[in-house]
């Protein structure tokens, strides 16, 4: 069965600090790059951050020196830790795999005030 459980986001204020988590079935998780990706209220769904299953992580520029992605391999699960939030980080965040199959779970809401 296909699952992917995202959580931990929330309300902030610009400057602080958000993690989330997010639980993956084995059958997506096994073997796969994971990524974080980000829905804006206006924009397209876009690639955060991924992490090969080494462990090698790649980020969009937005985002580097800012948010920090790793994965557990023994608990099927991936993070994504959040620093100095901006407005702009604003939007609904999602985990699959890289690259993203059509299925997705519902996500997590950051909201980053300014």
């Known amino acids: 069965q296909v699952q992917l459980v995202e959580s931990g986001g929330g309300l902030v204020q610009a400057g602080e600090s958000l993690r989330l988590s997010c639980e993956v079935s084995r059958t997506i998780f096994i073997r796969n790059t994971m990524a974080w990706y980000r829905q804006g209220p206006t924009n397209a769904r876009e690639l955060v951050a991924r992490i090969t299953f080494a462990g090698a992580p790649n980020y969009a520029d937005s985002v580097k020196g800012r948010f920090t992605i790793s994965r557990d391999n023994a608990k099927n699960t991936v993070d994504l830790q959040m620093n100095n939030l901006q407005p702009g980080d604003t939007g609904v965040y999602y985990c699959?795999?890289?690259?993203?199959?059509?299925?997705w779970g519902r996500g997590t809401q950051v909201t980053v005030s300014s």
């Open positions: 699959n795999s890289w690259p993203a199959p059509p299925n």
